[in-house]
């Protein structure tokens, strides 16, 4: 590798690591805030909580590679052609598919991060992740058990606890069951235990008091017990186990469905392998990104006003190749004979790069060339 291209690809590959940070950051402290109040307030421990985003960790890296190679991209050539040191390499007698080899280098090691994430990382973290969620939403424990505070697991159940014990004894309790139209119950015990019974779960209170207040008439009455079992089973909404969605499969699967697969996911076959496919052609878009960045600042040569122009042009080629790929993966999903058009916005990218590089070599392509004199 020549000393311009080591240059070259170092210096992206510290940008790309930088953006790559803070656009991680920025995405993992969104979605982390909404995994905190989803989490806490169903009574879970920070444990699950730092879990929960480590196994969201993947999808966010997934969404922030691409733009942090584009902005790397971008980054480093507005500082070298401000600094004029492409102007000089170009004197050399480099032309503008030379120097873009290195930042086709750079491109190809964003393309096999993203491979590791798309095919490996992204599938497993989230079957684990739907796993947990899974888990958490069938364990009555961790939604009712949480001290101090009025919770209301259904729509008409409020539901107290003042302590826990460390051998699992709840202390004060408080327990109100509104949902009939003809009565209301509220319980109060002094102490109690949670007790599984072949598939539901027991509140047995030990020394409390019922109170029922009948509706119609304002009738209240009171009735003391030494220890009464409440089933509470009923106060959790409990999920069924589905299957895998296709976000969980492999890309083989994805790409070679089965009767059984369609049935356990509930897509068809055509979505299927247009979202297999799709996983290759997100990788791809990474090399694409980075090109794009720099063949787009590298039209506009060296100029003393800066290539704001020529940037905000590569935002714009971004957002089309990112229109693109979402036409080609619904006309994938449509019908399984059009798979190829997932590749459709890799296809367009570098066709648009390759332009590009090409309008940098010959810049006088599109502007008029001063007429020669005729003799006198």
Partial sequence: MAKFDRYLLSQLMVLFGFFSLVLVLIYWINRAVVLFDQLIADGQSASVFLEFT???????????LP????????????RMTTESELVVVQATGYSAFRLARPVLYFGIIVAFLMMMLMHFLVPMSAARLAERQSDISQNITARLLTEGQFIEPINGVTF????????????DIFLSD???TEQHVTYTATRAFLVNDTDETQ?????????TLQLSGQRLSTTSFDDFAYNIGS???????????????????????????????????????????????QSILGTVAALLGFA????????????????????????????????GLNLARSDERFWVAT????????????FLLFWATRPYLFKRRPKEKAAS
């Fill in 54 to 64: 480590a196994l969201s960790l993947p999808s966010v890296i997934r969404l922030a």
């Fill in 67 to 78: 733009l942090a190679a584009f902005a790397a991209s971008v980054y480093v050539t507005n």
């Fill in 160 to 171: 107290y606890i003042r302590h826990i014990t460390p051998s699992g004894e709840l202390q």
């Fill in 178 to 180: 509104t949902r009939s």
């Fill in 203 to 211: 509140l047995v209170m030990i020394d409390g008091l019922v109170q």
């Fill in 235 to 281: 106060l959790i909404e409990k999920t069924s186990k589905r299957g895998r969605r296709d976000s969980h499969l492999s890309t083989w699967e994805l790409l070679h469905p089965t009767p059984e697969i369609m049935v356990e996911t509930g897509r068809s076959e055509a979505q299927l392998k247009a979202r297999g496919h799709d996983r290759f052609s």
């Fill in 296 to 327: 787009t600042l590298l039209v506009g040569g060296f100029s003393r006003f800066g290539v704001w122009r020529q940037i905000v042009a590569a935002i714009l080629l971004i957002i089309v190749v990112k229109a693109m790929e979402t036409a």
């Fill in 343 to 354: 590749y459709l916005p890799s296809v367009a990218g570098f066709a648009i790069v390759w």
